[in-house]
């Protein structure tokens, strides 16, 4: 527990500790961020990297924004706020969309397919419903 003084509030055990949270989670986030805009190297990360950079600080500070907004005893919800970060939200989404698209998606092994195609995985049938054997044209037309 901190040294703050909490005066008439002191027993309110729930609002201490909401508090205290409170605090702990904006230590975490000031953290964060100051590890963030520290990195040195930006202009030698990838575009990706760069794209995920910029989003986290962006939607990092928005969230900063709503919450001072919030203790200010304004409703971030008609704030302008609400609309930045949704903004933020959306970009995060179609990053991540570019990233799986270029990640997950499946490739054609072409030597495998090959390999599948020049050892026949094509049988043909007799009119009996019957595998016809892949060397039987070849006796056929030498006889």
Same mark, same amino acid.
């Given at each position: 527990m =901190? =040294?703050?003084?909490?005066?008439?509030?002191?027993? /309110?055990?729930?609002? +201490?500790?909401?508090?205290?949270?409170?605090?702990? =989670?904006?230590?975490? +986030?000031?953290?964060d961020l100051l590890l963030a805009c520290g990195?040195? /190297?930006?202009?030698? $990360?990838?575009?990706?990297?760069?794209?995920? $950079?910029?989003?986290? $600080?962006?939607?990092s500070i928005n969230s900063l924004y709503w919450m001072y907004v919030k203790l200010q005893g304004l409703d971030p919800n008609e704030h302008g706020i609400k609309n930045e970060l949704s903004r933020v939200r959306q970009?995060?989404?179609?990053?991540?969309? +570019?990233?799986?698209r270029n990640t997950i998606r499946p490739v054609l092994d072409k030597g495998a397919a090959g390999r599948f195609i020049k050892h026949g $995985?094509? +049988?043909?049938?007799?009119?009996?419903?019957?595998?016809?054997?892949?060397? =039987? /044209? /070849?006796?056929e037309r030498r006889s």
């Open positions: =901190s =040294s703050r003084d909490y005066a008439e509030l002191r027993n /309110d055990e729930k609002f +201490i500790n909401c508090v205290e949270n409170f605090d702990a =989670s904006l230590d975490k +986030i000031e953290a990195v040195k /190297d930006y202009d030698e $990360l990838s575009t990706q990297e760069r794209v995920k $950079l910029d989003n986290y $600080l962006a939607y970009t995060i989404l179609r990053d991540k969309q +570019i990233y799986e $995985l094509h +049988i043909r049938y007799d009119k009996d419903g019957k595998p016809i054997p892949a060397n =039987s /044209d /070849d006796a």
